[in-house]
C-alpha cells in the first residue's frame, strides 16, 4: 500500500512537471509571436506616416526637432538608426533597458538594444 503511494505521487509529480514546461514552452511561444506582431504593426505604422509626412526629413544633429524624423522610428531599430535620424541624444542612460534624451523632454527607450519606445518632442 505505502509503495503504491508513494508510486503514484511520483507519478502525480512527474505529470505535473511535464504540464509545466508544456505551458512554458507554450507561453515563450506566444510571447515571439506577440513581439513579431508588435514589430510588425510599428512596420505599418511607419509606412503610413512616411506617406502621409509632409514635412522634409532631418539627417543632422537636430534632426530629432522634426516630427518627421520621430514617425520614422520603428521598435525594429537599434542605436545606429535612431542616431542617424535624431542625431545624438543630450543625456544616455544604458544597459539593458537603455534611455536616451533628447531636448524638450523626447526620449527614446531601448531594450536589449532595440527601440521599445519613444515620446516626441513637446512643443
Not at 506577440?34 to 510599428?42: A, H, P
Not at 535612431?82 to 531636448?103: C, Q, S
Amino acid at each position: 500500500m505505502f509503495k503504491t503511494i508513494i508510486f503514484l505521487g511520483a507519478l502525480s509529480l512527474g505529470f505535473a512537471l511535464n504540464v509545466h514546461a508544456d505551458d512554458s514552452a507554450r507561453i515563450d511561444r506566444l510571447e515571439t509571436q506577440v513581439q513579431e506582431l508588435k514589430n510588425r504593426l510599428s512596420n505599418l505604422e511607419s509606412q503610413i506616416n512616411d506617406q502621409s509626412d509632409v514635412q522634409e526629413f532631418i539627417a543632422n544633429g537636430d534632426g530629432w526637432r522634426s516630427i518627421a524624423n520621430w514617425r520614422k522610428l520603428t521598435t525594429a531599430m537599434g542605436y545606429d538608426d535612431v542616431e542617424r535620424i535624431l542625431g545624438t541624444p543630450e543625456r544616455v542612460d544604458g544597459g539593458n533597458l537603455a534611455h536616451w534624451y533628447y531636448p524638450n523632454r523626447a526620449k527614446v527607450i531601448f531594450m536589449r538594444g532595440k527601440v521599445e519606445s519613444w515620446s516626441e518632442p513637446r512643443q
